[in-house]
């Protein structure tokens, strides 16, 4: 439990990097090119590939387990390199969008977005569903330029310092950032407001609090927490990403909505959710694999 005096110098630390950090960066990221930022990134993304042993490995057994062979083949290694500089790219662009205009968004193609009307049109608010996949920060901007407010959870990460910065270039453009423990009333709150609410699907397995699923052809867990949150709220779930396309241009794709049954028994129902919005993440991990950040073991070691 943080004392007050450690709560008051932690805010102090916030409000020191909202005050000169962010409109440095929002200025850099006006004059310098994106396409020069990816160019820099590269060689730093390598370099965290070959430092960071406990992520890269990660990294090799899904991929391996995915394509169903040794994490010492070629093209496993490959793909783990490759979504290692992926990420980098994203880091740049959780930087480089702050200093987007609208106009900018040009580069974005989007398919899918009828879908978030149909949604919406049913008065119950939005359940945004999306993977440590593509770029999410073009994803979560284009959301937010329809006049979405976003509340979504977030674990905290380390260095402390990231975490902060993350939760500035969140607020900034207007998402809502809570912790991932004890806020289920909170995000039924936004959702009878008819906002939005997003939460990240592919967390790794855990099969305390997951539920059984298949993916990518293997038995697996995901969280249940979004399909509860469907059955409970009513509201419909979309699942989303935004990905890169060469001539630094993106995709951004929405899935037509997931409703619950309340028909069914629940915990039926909450595994055939979860299950139909896996399919849909399985689809875009095979089409664009190397755009996954799939640094933490999604299946357990025994099937």
């Known amino acids: 439990m943080k004392t007050n005096g450690e709560q008051k110098a932690g ?24 396409s020069l930022a990816y160019y820099i990134s590269l060689p730093i993304a390598d370099l965290f590939y070959w430092l960071w042993a406990s992520k890269r490995q990660g990294a090799l057994r899904n991929y391996a387990r995915m394509l169903g062979c040794s994490t010492d083949d070629e093209k496993v290694q490959r793909l783990a390199r490759n979504s290692f500089r992926n990420f980098g790219k994203y880091v740049v662009e959780l930087l480089h969008v702050q200093g987007w205009s609208t106009g900018q968004f040009q580069r974005v193609t989007i398919q ?29 901007a284009l959301v937010l330029l329809r006049g979405f407010h976003i509340t979504s959870v977030m674990e905290q990460l380390r260095p402390k310092v990231m975490m902060d910065w993350i939760v500035t270039c969140r607020a900034k453009m207007g998402v809502s950032l809570l912790p991932t423990a004890g ?3 909170q995000l039924l709150r936004a959702l009878r407001r008819g906002e939005m609410v997003a939460l990240i699907v592919d967390v790794g397995y855990k099969d305390n609090g997951g539920v059984p699923v298949t993916f990518l052809g293997h038995h697996t867990y995901f969280p249940a927490g979004p ?30 909505p ?13 595994r ?8 849909i993440f399985e689809s875009f991990v095979r089409r664009y694999p190397d755009q996954w950040y799939v640094f933490r073991d999604m299946w357990p070691e025994e099937e």
């Open 112 to 140: 899918g977005d009828e879908h978030f009307d149909e949604a919406l049109r049913h008065g119950k608010g939005v359940i945004f569903t999306s993977a440590h996949m593509g770029s999410i920060e073009v994803g979560s």
């Open 227 to 256: 399909a509860r949150l469907a059955r409970i709220s009513g509201a419909p779930i979309v699942f989303g990403v935004a990905v890169r396309q060469p001539g630094n241009r993106f995709i951004a794709y929405g899935s037509p």
């Open 11 to 34: 805010l102090s630390q916030n409000r020191h990097l909202e005050s000169w950090l962010y409109p440095v960066n929002v200025a850099l990221a006006k004059v310098i090119p994106l």
């Open 272 to 279: 055939d959710v979860t299950q139909e919005m896996v399919n």
């Open 258 to 270: 997931i409703f619950s049954d309340r028909t069914k028994d629940a915990e039926q129902d909450i």
């Open 183 to 185: 806020t289920g009333r």
